[in-house]
């Protein structure tokens, strides 16, 4: 039995390692993500984003005043013009990348290219792809895209980190525009399995050399700072008090920081938002001294954001991020921007400590559920949940990520594993204290116990029965010539010797009475025919009493008889005794009829008597000699008594 239940746990166990595994990773894919943007979104309501970075958009405005798209690339320019050289703004990051030329107006196209080098202030996006490279002079594109960062990133990483990046290429500028433009920043962002952005690539392998993001390009440029390290962990600046020191996540060859996002009021731009036809109109009023529609004021000190999102053909850029599934593609660089200037950014706990802390709060809840009762086992368990809900609440607002749905989720696991365990070890406990019992009680009388455990109560039944009598000759004489320990042993190879006998043959052990044994047969266990049994019973155990003869005779020990004496009629069987303490036994004038019977072995030598009642039922199946009316104490009639010779037709 141990053995099985060995067999049960680890098989158990190792179902369970397989379902959490599972689980784990359905969560972690899943609900996890779920739980990350409910999080973000809820903080990011009492996070308003910086006022010194403002959005230039080319939006529904936009077309509906300037003319349908697309548009001559010299608008493009009006906006540069008028924000570089009719304003104070101090940056302009352009979200677009220019890759096909204007067939149509390739003087617009000329025009743009040529005057797009004017603007210092500038800097542009590029985006790195991992498909092949289209173009023939491929070293000549890359020469002139690494001319257009002065940065240096000085890699510290760990070896297992420094992992060359999978692209192979980047954006297919038209060449002109790639020569002029002064500054270009990476605007690669990063989709989650579920399609959200939740971080961005905060500097690119490419080829093994490092690139900044756009983000991080402006930042050098904003602050002068054109040395950074980059570390397992961190980005920092590499100035006198390393003033920047940005989290990033290493993730197959890539640098990644999360986006700490901000308050959004209409879903789309969490910054202030501008519509590119005021800003152009502007230049046009301010060329022709008129006052323009935008005060050059508004861009004092600012950051701006250039790029577009409209309802038009290739100009919808919305993205799917934590606070709203219609983010504008051009305020997640300006985020990325505003993060890093104030030094903002979630740190991701990392797969790591998640799988620590689901580990810690499983053990918890599992020793809670193992060592105490139920209700405050339950209520505990309820509050570990309660406080790691607070818990993940507090990192969060510290901007660091933790898992909240799969410790929890792991905690009601807990429960369930500890409540199995337990039954478990209590039907193991159970079945020990079964197994301990059994060997004061009989164990056919334990199992009726546990089966009715929630009836058992003093009281009874009549019922009709054999009850089996068995006592050794003699015993007292035997017992005076030998030790207590020696009589000791010999009985307890007798009793040993002959109990399985009665319980083969349906019967229950009674009691034992010093050297004597009370069997009885019909109940608990039901049989009809259980005066035949206990004949059959009798007769195996002076077969085996026999043996044993042989086997004390060559140990020196002294030769022991046994008489039996059989009865079958109607008996009370129950449990007597007080409320506190219960014992289910026989009771009755058959009872006693068994043990005057088999006295008289003693009167007429014999070993096996029965009474005429039990005779009557097996006559079919005994051999035997009457041997008198006899009387029964307490009997006014007397029987007759029988002497069982041997079975047959058995």
């Not at 990011?44 to 548009?71: C, F, T």
């Not at 980059?230 to 600046?237: H, R, S």
Request: hydrophobic share 40%; with cysteine; glycine share 6%.
């Amino acid at each position: 039995m141990k053995i099985v239940h060995e067999k049960s746990l680890i098989l158990m166990t190792f179902a369970a390692v397989i379902i959490f595994f599972i689980i784990y990773i359905i969560g972690t894919s899943f609900f996890e993500l779920k739980s990350y943007n409910f999080l973000v979104k809820t903080f990011a309501q009492n996070s308003k984003a910086s006022d010194d970075i403002l959005l230039v958009v080319i939006d529904d405005k936009s077309l509906h005043q300037m003319g349908r798209w697309p548009w001559k690339r010299t608008k493009y320019g009006d906006i540069f013009e008028y924000i570089s050289n009719y304003t104070q703004a101090k940056q302009i990051g352009y979200d677009a990348i220019v890759v096909a030329p204007d067939i149509e107006h390739p003087e617009s196209d000329k025009k743009f290219f040529s005057d797009i080098k004017n603007y210092d202030k500038l800097s542009a996006g590029v985006g790195f792809l991992n498909k092949e490279f289209k173009h023939t002079d491929v070293k000549e594109y890359e020469k002139l895209l690494f001319e257009k960062n002065e940065i240096v990133i000085e890699d510290q990483r760990s070896a297992k980190h420094k992992k060359q990046g999978s692209y192979k290429s980047f954006s297919a500028f038209q060449k002109e525009y790639l020569k002029n433009v002064q500054n270009l920043g990476s605007v690669n962002v990063n989709l989650d399995s579920d399609g959200y952005i939740r971080k961005v690539e905060q500097v690119v392998n490419y080829k093994g050399r490092l690139y900044p993001s756009l983000g991080l390009l402006m930042y050098s440029k904003h602050t002068g700072i054109k040395h950074f390290v980059l570390t397992d962990k961190y980005i920092l600046a590499k100035n006198n008090n390393y003033s920047l020191k940005i989290p990033v996540t290493n993730e197959s060859g890539g640098i990644y920081s999360y986006i700490y996002f901000y308050k959004t009021d209409d879903g789309t731009y969490s910054h202030q938002k501008i519509s590119a036809s005021d800003v152009i109109k502007s230049l046009e009023a301010v060329k022709t001294g008129q006052k323009p529609p935008l005060d050059p004021a508004i861009f004092k000190d600012k950051i701006v954001f250039v790029g577009a999102n409209a309802n038009a053909q290739a100009l919808q850029d919305v993205k799917r991020t934590p606070v709203s599934d219609t983010f504008s593609g051009v305020d997640i660089q300006a985020t990325n921007l505003d993060n890093i200037l104030n030094n903002e950014f979630y740190r991701h706990a990392g797969n790591l400590y998640n799988v620590i802390n689901i580990m810690l709060v499983f053990i918890t809840a599992f020793v809670l559920v193992c060592t105490l009762p139920v209700p405050m086992a339950l209520l505990s368990c309820f509050c570990l949940m309660f406080a790691y809900l607070i818990f993940a609440f507090f990192m969060y607002a510290n901007k660091t990520a933790v898992g909240l749905v799969m410790p929890e989720v792991f905690i009601l696991l807990a429960i369930g594993c500890a409540y199995s365990y337990r039954y478990l070890l209590e039907g193991r406990k159970k079945e020990k204290i079964q197994s301990a019992m059994g060997k004061y009680l009989s164990k056919d009388v334990m199992r009726n116990v546990v089966k009715n455990i929630d009836s058992v109560k003093l009281g009874g039944k009549r019922a009709n029965v054999t009850v089996l009598f068995a006592d050794i000759r003699g015993f007292t004489s035997i017992s005076e010539k030998l030790s207590a320990e020696e009589v000791t042993k010999i009985l307890n190879e007798y009793f040993t010797a002959i109990v399985p006998i009665i319980e083969q043959n349906k019967g229950i052990l009674n009691k034992f009475m010093g050297d004597a044994v009370l069997a009885v047969f019909g109940e608990p266990i039901k049989n009809e025919n259980h005066a035949l049994s206990a004949i059959i019973c009798a007769d195996s155990m002076l077969k085996k009493v026999k043996q044993l003869q042989q086997k004390w005779l060559e140990e020196g020990k002294p030769k022991i008889e046994i008489g039996i004496g059989i009865s079958t009629g109607e008996a009370f069987v129950g449990n007597i005794g007080s409320e506190e303490r219960l014992e289910y036994t026989v009771i009755g004038d058959t009872v006693n009829t068994a043990s005057r019977i088999e006295n008289y072995n003693k009167v007429y030598r014999t070993k096996f008597l029965i009474s005429q009642e039990t005779f009557d039922q097996t006559q079919k199946y005994v051999d035997v000699i009457k041997i008198r009316e006899v009387t029964i104490r307490g009997k006014e009639k007397k029987i007759n008594i029988y002497e069982v010779l041997r079975l047959i037709n058995v």
